[in-house]
């Protein structure tokens, strides 16, 4: 890259200190029509019928099964296994069953928003040492 001195005579004899951005300009303008033609040659041309099916659930696919706890007052709790009420030992033999399946379903706590936390503690120590492995807990979405 040169440097331009000026022409002859005093008053030109400082050296010329612009930046000439006409190659930059040029520059930008080739590459701009570069990627207006090949923009469009990027999206599929090609005219493809997809198959709509409707969505049914699997079914092979085990259904969860849900363990409420509900707060009685006084400390005292109730179980249910799905709908049915039931008791500690209950749990036990059932989570037992359900343990011995392939595949194991999924347990879902719903547990009462004034339940203490132990409860649910014990039943979820209850699920471990039957050896359920999928757990979940069932919440109410955020505001």
Do not use: C
């Not at 997809?50 to 707060?71: C, K, Y």
């Amino acid at each position: 890259m040169g440097m331009s001195t000026g022409g002859g005579g005093r008053q030109n004899s400082a050296p010329m200190t612009d930046i000439n951005t006409t190659p930059l300009v040029d520059v930008m303008l080739v590459l701009l029509i570069i990627f207006m033609i090949t923009a469009p040659l990027m999206q599929n041309k090609v005219p493809i019928s997809i198959p709509e099916a409707a969505n049914e659930p699997d079914s092979t696919e085990e259904r969860a099964i849900t363990l409420n706890v509900q707060d009685k007052g006084n400390g005292m709790v109730q179980y249910y296994w799905v709908d049915d009420p039931i008791g500690l030992d209950g749990l036990e033999a059932r989570l037992a069953l359900e343990a011995a399946k392939k595949p194991q379903p999924e347990i879902k706590i719903r547990g009462d928003r004034s339940v203490q936390y132990k409860h649910i503690r014990s039943a979820l120590d209850l699920a471990k040492r039957k050896g359920i492995s999928k757990v979940g807990f069932v919440t109410a979405p955020g505001e």
